[in-house]
Protein backbone atom coordinates (compact mmCIF):
# COMPACT_ATOMS: atom_id res chain seq x y z
CA UNK A 1 0.00 0.00 0.00
CA UNK A 2 1.18 3.23 -0.57
CA UNK A 3 0.96 6.39 1.95
CA UNK A 4 1.76 9.04 -0.93
CA UNK A 5 -0.76 11.84 -1.17
CA UNK A 6 -3.40 11.51 -3.74
CA UNK A 7 -2.80 12.56 -7.19
CA UNK A 8 -6.07 12.25 -8.38
CA UNK A 9 -9.29 10.92 -8.02
CA UNK A 10 -11.73 8.96 -10.45
CA UNK A 11 -15.42 8.68 -8.58
CA UNK A 12 -17.36 6.42 -10.39
CA UNK A 13 -16.82 7.72 -13.90
CA UNK A 14 -18.54 6.72 -16.94
CA UNK A 15 -17.92 7.17 -20.98
CA UNK A 16 -20.49 6.49 -23.66
CA UNK A 17 -19.72 8.09 -27.24
CA UNK A 18 -22.48 9.95 -28.85
CA UNK A 19 -22.47 7.24 -31.59
CA UNK A 20 -23.57 4.48 -28.12
CA UNK A 21 -20.14 2.57 -27.38
CA UNK A 22 -20.27 2.47 -23.50
CA UNK A 23 -16.43 3.07 -23.28
CA UNK A 24 -16.32 2.66 -19.32
CA UNK A 25 -18.55 2.45 -16.38
CA UNK A 26 -18.57 3.16 -12.59
CA UNK A 27 -14.53 3.59 -12.82
CA UNK A 28 -13.43 4.69 -9.22
CA UNK A 29 -9.45 4.78 -8.83
CA UNK A 30 -7.40 7.13 -6.43
CA UNK A 31 -4.12 7.53 -8.26
CA UNK A 32 -1.46 8.35 -5.16
CA UNK A 33 1.24 11.06 -6.38
CA UNK A 34 5.00 9.64 -7.42
CA UNK A 35 3.32 6.17 -7.92
CA UNK A 36 3.97 4.08 -11.57
CA UNK A 37 0.57 2.57 -12.24
CA UNK A 38 -0.08 0.25 -15.34
CA UNK A 39 -3.52 -0.11 -16.95
CA UNK A 40 -3.83 -3.79 -18.08
CA UNK A 41 -6.51 -4.93 -19.88
CA UNK A 42 -7.59 -6.19 -23.33
CA UNK A 43 -7.89 -4.64 -26.40
CA UNK A 44 -11.00 -1.97 -26.65
CA UNK A 45 -11.82 -1.88 -22.65
CA UNK A 46 -11.04 1.65 -22.74
CA UNK A 47 -7.85 2.10 -21.64
CA UNK A 48 -7.08 4.70 -24.22
CA UNK A 49 -10.24 6.49 -22.89
CA UNK A 50 -9.46 6.85 -19.61
CA UNK A 51 -5.72 8.29 -20.47
CA UNK A 52 -7.56 10.91 -22.65
CA UNK A 53 -9.92 11.74 -19.41
CA UNK A 54 -6.98 12.02 -17.06
CA UNK A 55 -5.40 13.74 -19.65
CA UNK A 56 -8.41 16.85 -19.65
CA UNK A 57 -8.61 15.46 -23.13
CA UNK A 58 -11.92 13.98 -23.11
CA UNK A 59 -14.60 14.18 -20.16
CA UNK A 60 -16.43 11.79 -18.38
CA UNK A 61 -20.35 11.94 -18.56
CA UNK A 62 -20.94 9.97 -15.12
CA UNK A 63 -18.90 10.90 -12.24
CA UNK A 64 -16.11 13.34 -11.58
CA UNK A 65 -12.72 13.38 -11.98
CA UNK A 66 -10.83 15.80 -9.65
CA UNK A 67 -7.81 16.66 -8.73
CA UNK A 68 -5.96 17.05 -5.37
CA UNK A 69 -5.43 20.96 -4.90
CA UNK A 70 -5.03 22.99 -8.36
CA UNK A 71 -5.61 21.56 -11.51
CA UNK A 72 -2.50 21.09 -13.63
CA UNK A 73 -1.33 23.66 -15.65
CA UNK A 74 0.42 23.33 -19.37
CA UNK A 75 3.01 21.02 -19.27
CA UNK A 76 2.30 19.75 -16.05
CA UNK A 77 0.80 16.49 -17.69
CA UNK A 78 2.71 14.85 -20.56
CA UNK A 79 1.37 12.75 -22.98
CA UNK A 80 3.64 9.29 -24.52
CA UNK A 81 1.74 7.50 -27.62
CA UNK A 82 3.19 4.36 -29.71
CA UNK A 83 3.53 6.02 -32.21
CA UNK A 84 7.05 8.74 -31.36
CA UNK A 85 5.09 11.53 -33.37
CA UNK A 86 8.05 13.00 -34.60
CA UNK A 87 8.28 15.63 -37.05
CA UNK A 88 9.91 14.14 -39.39
CA UNK A 89 12.25 16.74 -40.91
CA UNK A 90 13.29 18.16 -37.70
CA UNK A 91 16.09 16.62 -35.64
CA UNK A 92 15.91 15.30 -32.19
CA UNK A 93 17.06 18.59 -30.45
CA UNK A 94 14.22 20.61 -32.53
CA UNK A 95 11.22 17.75 -32.22
CA UNK A 96 12.46 17.66 -28.18
CA UNK A 97 12.17 21.88 -28.21
CA UNK A 98 8.86 21.43 -30.14
CA UNK A 99 6.66 22.16 -26.55
CA UNK A 100 8.51 25.00 -25.18
CA UNK A 101 8.67 26.53 -28.37
CA UNK A 102 4.68 26.27 -28.76
CA UNK A 103 4.69 28.11 -25.37
CA UNK A 104 7.35 30.67 -26.89
CA UNK A 105 10.38 29.87 -24.87
CA UNK A 106 13.32 31.27 -27.07
CA UNK A 107 15.39 28.32 -28.65
CA UNK A 108 18.62 29.89 -27.23
CA UNK A 109 16.76 29.69 -23.25
CA UNK A 110 15.58 26.06 -24.44
CA UNK A 111 18.65 24.50 -25.85
CA UNK A 112 20.21 23.40 -22.95
CA UNK A 113 17.40 22.05 -21.53
CA UNK A 114 16.89 20.25 -24.59
CA UNK A 115 20.29 18.61 -24.48
CA UNK A 116 19.93 18.15 -21.31
CA UNK A 117 16.74 15.94 -21.73
CA UNK A 118 18.96 14.66 -24.88
CA UNK A 119 21.18 12.97 -22.18
CA UNK A 120 19.27 11.70 -20.34
CA UNK A 121 17.85 9.35 -22.17
CA UNK A 122 20.86 8.17 -23.71
CA UNK A 123 20.80 10.49 -26.97
CA UNK A 124 23.81 12.87 -26.16
CA UNK A 125 25.45 12.02 -29.75
CA UNK A 126 22.15 12.33 -31.82
CA UNK A 127 20.58 16.00 -31.02
CA UNK A 128 21.39 16.89 -35.10
CA UNK A 129 19.57 13.39 -36.37
CA UNK A 130 16.82 12.76 -38.24
CA UNK A 131 14.06 10.68 -37.17
CA UNK A 132 14.88 8.33 -40.16
CA UNK A 133 18.14 8.79 -38.69
CA UNK A 134 17.25 6.91 -35.60
CA UNK A 135 16.19 3.46 -34.42
CA UNK A 136 12.43 3.11 -33.66
CA UNK A 137 13.80 2.79 -29.91
CA UNK A 138 16.02 5.51 -30.20
CA UNK A 139 12.51 7.75 -31.59
CA UNK A 140 10.73 6.25 -28.40
CA UNK A 141 13.64 8.10 -26.50
CA UNK A 142 13.27 11.36 -28.16
CA UNK A 143 9.43 10.79 -27.59
CA UNK A 144 10.12 10.48 -23.87
CA UNK A 145 12.59 13.36 -23.43
CA UNK A 146 10.17 15.58 -25.20
CA UNK A 147 7.20 14.59 -22.39
CA UNK A 148 9.92 14.78 -19.75
CA UNK A 149 11.03 18.23 -20.68
CA UNK A 150 8.29 20.21 -19.37
CA UNK A 151 8.76 17.77 -15.94
CA UNK A 152 5.54 16.57 -15.64
CA UNK A 153 3.31 15.66 -12.99
CA UNK A 154 1.85 13.08 -14.45
CA UNK A 155 3.19 11.25 -17.42
CA UNK A 156 0.65 9.47 -19.28
CA UNK A 157 2.02 6.70 -21.53
CA UNK A 158 -0.51 4.67 -23.80
CA UNK A 159 1.28 1.48 -25.00
CA UNK A 160 4.55 3.43 -26.08
CA UNK A 161 6.89 0.14 -26.05
CA UNK A 162 4.36 -1.78 -28.42
CA UNK A 163 5.83 -1.77 -31.17
CA UNK A 164 9.39 -2.27 -30.11
CA UNK A 165 10.96 -5.63 -30.85
CA UNK A 166 11.69 -7.33 -27.25
CA UNK A 167 15.28 -6.36 -26.48
CA UNK A 168 14.44 -2.76 -27.05
CA UNK A 169 11.51 -2.85 -25.02
CA UNK A 170 13.14 -4.60 -22.29
CA UNK A 171 16.13 -2.11 -22.27
CA UNK A 172 13.60 1.18 -22.70
CA UNK A 173 11.73 -0.44 -19.57
CA UNK A 174 14.46 -0.76 -17.34
CA UNK A 175 15.27 2.77 -18.45
CA UNK A 176 11.96 4.11 -17.42
CA UNK A 177 11.87 2.96 -14.20
CA UNK A 178 15.37 5.38 -13.74
CA UNK A 179 14.10 8.10 -15.40
CA UNK A 180 10.44 7.88 -13.18
CA UNK A 181 12.52 7.87 -10.17
CA UNK A 182 15.23 10.76 -11.23
CA UNK A 183 12.21 12.77 -12.58
CA UNK A 184 9.80 12.22 -9.21
CA UNK A 185 6.37 12.33 -11.24
CA UNK A 186 3.62 9.83 -11.37
CA UNK A 187 3.02 7.95 -14.06
CA UNK A 188 0.33 5.64 -15.65
CA UNK A 189 1.65 3.54 -18.24
CA UNK A 190 -1.17 1.23 -20.45
CA UNK A 191 -0.57 -1.50 -21.73
CA UNK A 192 -2.24 -4.70 -23.06
CA UNK A 193 1.40 -6.69 -22.10
CA UNK A 194 1.27 -8.84 -18.90
CA UNK A 195 4.83 -9.21 -18.35
CA UNK A 196 5.17 -5.15 -18.94
CA UNK A 197 2.50 -4.71 -17.05
CA UNK A 198 4.16 -7.15 -14.21
CA UNK A 199 7.66 -5.64 -14.92
CA UNK A 200 6.95 -1.71 -14.62
CA UNK A 201 4.37 -1.42 -11.77
CA UNK A 202 4.06 -0.51 -8.35
CA UNK A 203 0.17 -1.02 -8.71
CA UNK A 204 -1.18 -2.92 -11.50
CA UNK A 205 -5.16 -1.53 -12.41
CA UNK A 206 -6.81 -4.48 -14.13
CA UNK A 207 -9.69 -3.85 -16.57
CA UNK A 208 -12.37 -5.74 -17.67
CA UNK A 209 -13.43 -6.01 -21.40
CA UNK A 210 -15.53 -3.31 -22.65
CA UNK A 211 -17.75 -1.50 -20.65
CA UNK A 212 -14.47 -1.27 -19.54
CA UNK A 213 -14.72 -1.58 -15.53
CA UNK A 214 -11.91 -2.37 -12.61
CA UNK A 215 -11.48 -5.90 -12.42
CA UNK A 216 -8.53 -5.92 -10.20
CA UNK A 217 -6.27 -4.06 -8.59
CA UNK A 218 -3.08 -5.58 -7.24
CA UNK A 219 -0.25 -3.62 -5.59
CA UNK A 220 3.36 -4.87 -6.47
CA UNK A 221 5.82 -5.09 -3.30
CA UNK A 222 8.77 -6.27 -5.59
CA UNK A 223 12.13 -4.57 -6.19
CA UNK A 224 12.44 -2.21 -9.47
CA UNK A 225 14.58 -2.51 -11.68
CA UNK A 226 16.31 -5.22 -13.65
CA UNK A 227 16.29 -7.78 -11.32
CA UNK A 228 12.80 -8.26 -10.89
CA UNK A 229 12.59 -10.08 -14.42
CA UNK A 230 14.53 -12.81 -12.96
CA UNK A 231 12.89 -13.11 -9.21
CA UNK A 232 10.56 -15.77 -8.90
CA UNK A 233 7.85 -13.17 -7.47
CA UNK A 234 7.77 -11.86 -10.54
CA UNK A 235 6.84 -15.36 -12.14
CA UNK A 236 4.40 -15.63 -9.69
CA UNK A 237 2.97 -12.25 -10.18
CA UNK A 238 2.06 -13.23 -14.01
CA UNK A 239 0.75 -15.72 -12.84
CA UNK A 240 -1.37 -14.64 -10.92
CA UNK A 241 -2.40 -12.03 -13.27
CA UNK A 242 -2.87 -13.90 -16.17
CA UNK A 243 -5.23 -15.60 -13.78
CA UNK A 244 -7.53 -12.98 -13.09
CA UNK A 245 -7.60 -11.68 -16.77
CA UNK A 246 -8.65 -15.21 -17.76
CA UNK A 247 -11.52 -14.93 -15.38
CA UNK A 248 -12.08 -11.26 -16.29
CA UNK A 249 -12.77 -12.63 -20.34
CA UNK A 250 -15.01 -15.96 -19.12
CA UNK A 251 -16.67 -15.26 -15.69
CA UNK A 252 -17.29 -18.79 -16.12
CA UNK A 253 -13.81 -19.68 -15.25
CA UNK A 254 -14.03 -17.57 -11.95
CA UNK A 255 -14.60 -19.55 -8.91
CA UNK A 256 -17.49 -19.36 -6.98
P1 LIG B 1 -8.36 0.42 -25.61
O1 LIG B 1 -7.43 1.58 -25.54
O2 LIG B 1 -8.47 -0.32 -24.32
O3 LIG B 1 -8.05 -0.53 -26.73
P2 LIG B 1 -10.31 2.48 -26.31
O4 LIG B 1 -10.37 3.34 -25.10
O5 LIG B 1 -9.52 2.98 -27.46
O6 LIG B 1 -9.83 0.99 -25.90
O7 LIG B 1 -11.77 2.22 -26.85
C1 LIG B 1 -12.81 1.66 -26.04
C2 LIG B 1 -14.04 1.47 -26.89
O8 LIG B 1 -14.56 2.74 -27.24
C3 LIG B 1 -13.78 0.74 -28.20
O9 LIG B 1 -14.90 -0.05 -28.49
C4 LIG B 1 -13.63 1.87 -29.21
O10 LIG B 1 -14.00 1.45 -30.50
C5 LIG B 1 -14.59 2.90 -28.65
N1 LIG B 1 -14.20 4.28 -28.94
C6 LIG B 1 -13.02 4.87 -28.60
N2 LIG B 1 -13.01 6.17 -28.94
C7 LIG B 1 -14.21 6.41 -29.52
C8 LIG B 1 -14.82 7.57 -30.10
N3 LIG B 1 -14.20 8.76 -30.12
N4 LIG B 1 -16.08 7.44 -30.59
C9 LIG B 1 -16.73 6.25 -30.55
N5 LIG B 1 -16.21 5.11 -30.02
C10 LIG B 1 -14.97 5.20 -29.52
MG1 LIG C 1 -5.76 2.02 -26.73
Redesign the pocket.
Known sequence: MSFSPALLSLDAVGRR???G?E?LRGVSLTIAAGDFVTLL??????????L?LLAGLDRPDHGQLSWQGAAPAPGEIGFVFQDPTLLPWASAAENVYLPLRLRGVARAAAMPRVAAALASVGLAGFAQARPAQLSGGMRMRVSIARALLTRPKLLLM?EPFAALDEFTRHKLQADLLAWWQEAGCTIVF?T?SIYEAAFLARRIVL?SP?P?RIADDIAVDLPAGPARRLDPAYATLVAAITRRLEETLDPAAAPA
Open positions: FESTAGPSGCGKSTLRDVHMRG
